[in-house]
């Protein structure tokens, strides 16, 4: 009963949870959407991980949605690039708030002895602003790029993690196809070599035969334990991109078969650019410029700030006695005000600051360099997409083949089945090894269906990350979301005389 209810909650957690892939964050967030979102995904990895941890020996399956989901809610990657976006903000905001007046407030309590013109205060309030900069213009502008870099950057980082997730999630939905395969393999030679030692007793057949049906039964269970582990070992990768713990954890094998499009003449550029990295780039060095241009307008410009003071003497003090009988014996008056106050405008025109101006060439070479830097982040960008193209091309072409090949395979395997069936006058007749022989031979076709199919997926989301596309297309593929190399069907055994 304990059992029965956990798949209850497990399905109907799979209800709430799997796929929607309508429910992927989107590719450029929002302002203060991100600080929001994260605690969703949060609670549905939390929730996941809760069910799936009250029984370990249960297999959770997973969509490709619901892992790309949870990845970018849990990602420490994708954090650091909000964290960097909270920051560029806040410089941003910094720039703005110079015009702001600031307003600090002390008090410095003491006695002071012997004549000063300024005796001790016991509080000061002092107020001040830029009024005018002609370089903090720029300095703004510096800052509002640096907040467009850091926010494609982000973008950039959740395709990077949208793409280790469905990279680990295409290499297990592999791992799993080809286990099952080596497993059906490894099956039928434990029949082939039951067969052959029946047929060696009988006379039929040979000692070598048999050592040789028993080498690739053994091979093949190596084969099969090796299946195995790698399949364990992206297992676990993918638990920890999504940040689920140790289950037994598996994933539903519908890999979308939405086409890539493979047309370079269609526009995918973000901003003109390559991709979201690129784009970043380039925010990145316009904001240098910027900050140059910045830099180098200080001579000659004047810098116009707002003051304003407040100060309230501590009249106990002996430096304020004397000062009030100096201002009684010259103006006859018998009261010193204690206040004091001053407001104004203070103007300052730099003229020559050699410091200065060396930072302001320092500046413009750092923000050449950021330039060039993002020119040749473009031409290695073209250049990749350039190449995955092609190469998914050929890798469409390889699939073709094996496809065609384990097609081939099935269809010998069929005329083999009916010969068993019917004899074979017209040639040399088939025996049970021979059927045995031909299913390990269909199997190993199928492998290499599911490997090409396999390289075919990592280019398709290589080119998808590379063009900023991946996590539009995820969504866009979701509802299509079916086998893109459907397992050919396993052959069942025939019943031995």
Do not use: C
């Not at 949870?17 to 929001?36: D, E, H, I, Q």
């Amino acid at each position: 009963m304990m059992r029965e209810g956990y798949t209850m909650v497990v399905d109907r957690l799979r209800e709430n949870f799997s796929v929607t892939m309508t429910s992927l964050p989107p590719t450029r967030p929002m302002r203060g959407r991100s600080a929001s979102v994260r605690p969703l995904h949060l609670a549905i990895a939390m929730a996941l991980s809760a069910v799936l941890a009250l029984a370990p020996s249960a297999q959770g399956q997973i969509s490709l949605g619901t892992a790309v989901d949870l990845a970018l809610g849990s990602s420490p990657r994708v954090q650091g690039a909000e964290d960097d976006v909270k920051k560029a903000r806040a410089q941003l905001s910094e720039t703005h708030d110079a015009y702001v007046p600031t307003i600090n407030a002390g008090a410095g309590i003491g006695q002071s002895y012997g004549y000063s013109t300024n005796p001790p205060t016991l509080f000061t309030v002092t107020g001040g602003s830029l009024v005018y900069s002609a370089s903090q213009f720029y300095y703004t502008r510096a800052s509002r790029a640096g907040l467009d870099a850091a926010e494609l950057a982000l973008d950039d980082m959740r395709e990077a993690v949208a793409e280790d997730t469905a990279l680990a999630f295409a290499a297990l939905d592999h791992d799993q196809q080809r286990e099952a395969a080596v497993r059906q393999q490894s099956g039928f030679a434990t029949t082939l070599v039951t067969i052959v030692e029946s047929r060696v007793n009988a006379g039929q057949d040979t000692a070598i035969e048999l050592t040789q049906a028993r080498l690739t039964a053994a091979q093949l269970r190596l084969a099969s334990l090796r299946a195995s582990d790698e399949t364990a070992v992206d297992r676990e990768h993918l638990e920890r991109l999504i940040g689920l713990p140790a289950t037994a954890l598996s994933v539903n094998t519908g890999f979308s078969a939405s086409p890539v499009s493979l047309d370079a003449t269609l526009d995918t550029s973000v901003h003109g650019y390559a991709n979201s990295a690129v784009a970043s780039a380039f925010d990145n060095a316009k904001a240098k410029q910027q900050q140059a241009w910045g830099d180098a307008r200080f001579r000659f410009r004047p810098q116009v700030n707002l003051f304003a003071q407040y100060n309230y003497y501590a009249t106990f003090s002996d430096s304020f006695a004397q000062l009030q009988k100096i201002y009684e014996a010259n103006t006859g008056q018998t009261t010193l005000s204690s206040s004091e106050g001053a407001f104004g405008i203070q103007i300052n025109l730099p003229i020559m600051d050699r410091t200065r101006a060396a930072k302001a060439r320092e500046s413009a070479a750092d923000a050449a360099h950021a330039l060039h830097d993002a020119q040749n982040a473009q031409i290695a960008a073209l250049d990749g997409q350039s190449r995955l193209r092609h190469s998914i091309t050929e890798l469409q072409l390889q699939a073709e083949v094996a496809g065609l090949q384990q097609q081939f395979a099935q269809q010998q395997l069929d005329v083999l089945q009916q010969q068993l069936k019917s004899g074979n006058p017209d040639g040399p007749q088939m025996t049970p090894s021979d059927e045995q022989n031909a299913r390990i031979s269909e199997r190993e076709k199928y492998l290499g269906v599911v490997d090409a199919g396999y390289q075919l997926r990592q280019a398709e989301i290589h080119l998808l990350r590379q063009t900023g596309q991946l996590i539009p297309w995820l969504k866009s593929a979701a509802a299509a979301a079916t086998p893109q190399f459907p397992a050919a069907p396993s052959p069942t055994p025939t019943p031995q005389p």
